[in-house]
């Protein structure tokens, strides 16, 4: 079974930094990408950013130049830095990990459990 564990999160306020952190386990051979979602209240999960293993990225306009997303293949970790919050940011956010080969299994996708980030202005 494949687990994905998200760290990171909480209160900080307008301008400030946050890193999120997420640790995948369950005999993975390789995940092709990963990924942080957000949602927030009222509104549809949307994409944050993402990560293949070969280190290409994509980012939600809205967060361009303020996150980095960064990955380390070793440990079936992706992380997300986040500068320059601004309360629009708040959201429980989410990592996923898509095509995972885990065993004997491919799963399409793995998501982890939210971790919620306020920003106060």
């Known amino acids: 079974q494949v687990q994905l564990v998200v760290s990171g999160g909480g209160l900080v306020q307008s301008g400030g930094s946050l890193a999120l952190s997420c640790a995948a386990s369950g005999n993975i051979f390789n995940i092709n990408v990963m990924g942080w979602y957000r949602q927030a209240p009222g509104k549809q999960r949307e994409l944050v950013a993402a990560i293949t293993s070969g280190g290409s990225t994509n980012y939600a306009d809205s967060v361009k130049g303020r996150f980095t997303i960064s990955r380390d293949n070793a440990k079936n970790a992706v992380y997300l830095q986040m500068n320059s919050l601004k309360p629009e940011d708040t959201a429980v956010y989410y990592c996923?990990?898509?095509?995972?080969?885990?065993?004997?299994?491919?799963?399409?996708?793995?998501w982890g459990q939210g971790t919620l980030v306020t920003v106060s202005s």
């Open positions: 996923k990990a898509d095509e995972v080969l885990a065993g004997f299994h491919r799963y399409l996708e793995v």
